[in-house]
């Protein structure tokens, strides 16, 4: 079964098996292991061993992104979201109900989030401390600018927490170079290719040190968890999923091999194949071509009445695919994952499932419907 969910992905087999082991998380053996899975993700940030830190937290995006948030604001404190979608809708939520206070910069949801508009945002509030920005926004399929943001964030002194949850692994990022970024927040599941279940922040040291005390939760508290690395290197301060950071390991063995910039090739043309391909079929993408990033296609529903995505999806699934069920945009789509173990091969056989899957179902007017 293809995966273009697109998140947990598609993985290989031998991603798949290391999970097939009892693993004892507080043995000797296994500390060293994941002392050393914690610096193959700081290298992969860009970080260095006495400024950063990759500090792991079991669990989805969503609590690493909670514990970053709560890790490096204060109670009360201030956060610019610009809106670019239902993940940085997600970061608002989960920013409230930490009694932080998310301060939203209106934008389009296909455009990128402007560097402009966020300093000038800035410039006009200085109780903001951080900016909030989804790099690669899962919900509309835009890549945002997280260098360009970033630039804006440093000139105004302030600081900024990064969603990379669907862009780490294979969009570059470097913390060495943005020293305006407290914590970079991404998991293992996504454009690592390995399983879900744990998260990881990859953060300045001095940051986390300047923030202890604060996050009002033992369990999301990003200090301390850097302090029990630093007395304990590789222990968890809880249960940790053990199989998964196995599984982790080898699939860091396959990202090492591909190589990130590899990787981000194989997923735009995966992308590639799959856009050309819709458009081909006579369906309309979400997004124009030039703001359609490599990680997920949202697809205009058809203006057929008997479209009904449900039946759409498992059509697909009879034939091996699986995508979606729910959509992420204003009007009507479905959306399509181009990561993880798959190939521009893989997309085009998905493109003629999908021919074929709109036959079935009845489909004839496969064109949008007007706005
Ligand atoms: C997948 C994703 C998340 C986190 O999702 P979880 O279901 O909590 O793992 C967060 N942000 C973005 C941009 C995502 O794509």
Request: net charge neutral.
């Amino acid at each position: 079964m293809l995966l273009l969910l697109p998140g947990p992905v598609t993985t290989r087999p031998d991603v798949r098996a290391a999970l097939s082991q009892d693993i004892a998380p507080w043995d000797n053996d296994f500390r060293a292991f994941v002392a050393g899975l914690r610096g193959r993700i700081l290298r992969l940030a860009g970080g260095a061993g006495d400024e950063h830190t990759a500090l792991p937290l079991q669990g989805c995006g969503h609590f690493i992104t909670e514990a970053a948030v709560r890790s490096f604001l204060p109670p009360g404190g201030r956060i610019l979201i610009p809106a670019t979608g239902a993940y940085a809708d997600r970061m608002t939520r989960l920013t409230r109900e930490a009694g932080r206070v998310p301060v939203p910069l209106p934008m389009g949801l296909t455009d990128s989030a402007d560097p402009a508009a966020v300093a000038q945002a800035l410039a006009a509030d200085p109780s903001i401390s951080h900016v909030g920005i989804v790099y690669s926004e899962t919900g509309s399929g835009v890549i945002h600018d997280v260098q360009a943001i970033g630039a804006a964030v440093r000139r105004a002194g302030r600081r900024m927490i990064v969603d990379a949850v669907s862009a780490f692994g294979a969009l570059p990022f470097d913390i060495a170079t943005q020293p305006e970024v407290d914590a970079v927040v991404f998991t293992a599941n996504k454009c690592l290719e390995a399983l879900p279940g744990v998260g990881f922040a990859v953060a300045r040291i001095d940051r986390l040190l300047a923030c202890a005390g604060q996050a009002g939760s033992w369990s999301f508290d990003l200090c301390d968890i850097h302090q029990q690395a630093v007395k304990a290197p590789g222990s968890f301060r809880f249960t940790p999923p053990a199989q998964v950071l196995a599984a982790l390991a080898v699939a860091l063995d396959h990202h090492d091999a591909e190589g990130r910039a590899a990787r981000l090739a194989r997923y735009t043309a995966n992308m590639r194949t799959l856009y050309d391909g819709l458009c081909g079929l006579g369906l309309t993408p979400w997004l124009p071509a030039a703001r359609q990033g490599p990680v997920i296609v949202n697809v205009h529903a058809p203006a057929d009445p008997r479209w009904d995505l449900q039946a759409f999806v498992d059509a697909l699934k009879a034939r091996g695919i699986l995508i979606s069920n729910f959509y992420n945009t204003p009007s009507p789509t479905f959306r399509v994952g181009c990561i993880g173990a798959i190939t521009p091969e893989d997309m085009a056989g998905v493109v003629r499932a999908m021919d074929q899957a709109l036959v079935e179902i009845g489909i004839t007017r496969r064109g949008a419907l007007p706005e």
